[in-house]
């Protein structure tokens, strides 16, 4: 068996395992001393990450073609249709995350109409965080909360396709247009002229005027986050394939290739791209899972380049598979470990993390089957 099909059937292990033990409830953010406990201590459904459990699970059927899988992702939508419909942690940007993962693939997949119905109702609360007339859609909180209004990060290209999936599926064109300016904004203020992306950035809501560029989670406002900068090549090519514009295409590649140019020898990020080898610092496997798969859309779409950024992502996922998988490490129930969460407030330093396990494994997914559609 290939390093890549043995890498396959160790996730699948560990996802029958996690099964067993967290069913349809959910785990934590990151793992604890290398192991996911029940989120909160209770499993509910609250934050930002939920959706990524039912995400592995999809991507197991995508897999095997085992039912059990698909049941057990299905078993979700529920869950995912209560929160949207009683509001309970609605107040973010993530719910293109939240609902594409849990919601627009059953329907895809299944022609599931309450997970059709949540989707669509998640849809049209991210409409409600669009800020006129600076056109972004808030990342945060309250919408009239001062320290929140006006920002939005560099995660937030990754919610847009929930906002064009709206479109395709009614016809109504506000969600695309909304997805397009919240994207074109990014494209001019939050990627910089060097190539490196703010993490998060603020507009003048009175005036939509851009003011400042800022980091929550990087080493400093002017460094490069090394997730954000994974989020940027991922996000710009989605963005690109939804609009055609070539301009998110342009900002895709730049945000891959100081990347990639930043990257150690092992090809897997520090934290922070101004970190390298010797730095003492922590990796983020999860960046470095997100710039697979960043790249192989990247790939799909870059003419002349594709062989190049392909080869690019077929080298981080080797690496990960050899150094920072959890095969051997039978201690752990994440895929992989080694993540980080936000070294600057301690959160979930080197762990294994939800979003990174999930595009662990659908990096492996595209490897093995390049023919399957996309998650996003």
């Not at 073609?65 to 698909?70: L, M």
């Not at 599931?112 to 609360?125: E, I, K, V, Y």
């Not at 407030?345 to 979003?355: F, Q, R, S, Y």
Request: charged share 25%.
């Amino acid at each position: 068996m290939t390093p890549t099909g043995s890498a396959v059937t160790a996730a699948l292990r560990t996802i029958d395992a996690n099964l067993a033990e967290f069913g349809d409830r959910y785990p934590g953010d990151t793992t604890v001393d290398d192991r996911y406990r029940l989120r909160l201590g209770t499993g509910g459904n609250v934050g930002w990450t939920t959706s990524f459990w039912p995400g592995m699970l999809w991507l197991a059927h995508d897999l095997t073609g085992d039912e059990r899988y698909r049941r057990a992702a299905l078993g979700h939508v529920r869950s995912f249709a209560d929160r949207v419909e009683s509001g309970t942690d609605i107040d973010t940007h993530d719910l293109g995350f939240l609902y594409t993962l849990s919601c627009v693939l059953p329907w895809r997949s299944t022609g599931d109409r309450p997970a059709r119905r949540a989707a669509l109702a998640a849809a049209d609360h991210l409409l409600t965080r669009v800020l006129e007339p600076a056109g972004i859609i808030q990342a945060w909180g309250d919408m009239r909360d001062p320290r929140q209004q006006g920002r939005t990060i560099i995660d937030s290209l990754m919610n847009t396709p929930l906002l064009f999936w709206a479109s395709e599926t009614t016809g109504d064109p506000r969600y695309a247009a909304a997805a397009r300016r919240h994207t074109t904004q990014l494209r001019d203020h939050i990627l910089r002229p060097d190539g490196t992306t703010f993490h998060t950035f603020y507009w003048d809501p009175r005036t939509g005027e851009p003011v400042r560029g800022e980091t929550e989670q990087g080493n400093s406002d002017e460094s490069c986050w090394a997730r954000g900068q994974a989020w940027g090549i991922y996000g710009f090519a989605l963005n690109h394939r939804y609009t055609g514009d070539p301009s998110f295409l342009r900002a895709s590649r730049r945000c891959a290739d100081y990347f990639l140019a930043h990257l150690p020898a092992d090809g897997v990020a520090y934290w922070d791209l101004e970190f390298t080898d010797g730095s003492g610092e922590e990796r983020d496997s999860s960046a470095a899972a997100i710039a697979v798969g960043g790249l192989l859309e990247l790939a799909a779409l870059a003419g002349a380049e594709a062989d190049r950024y392909r080869a690019a992502a077929g080298r981080i996922l080797d690496s990960l598979i050899a150094g920072y998988a959890t095969a051997g490490h039978p201690s752990s129930n994440a895929l992989l470990r080694h993540g980080v969460y936000d070294k600057p407030k301690g959160i979930g330093v080197d762990e294994g993390t939800l979003w990174g396990d999930y595009f662990y494994l659908e990096a492996l997914t595209r490897a093995v089957r390049p023919d399957l559609p996309r998650h996003w």
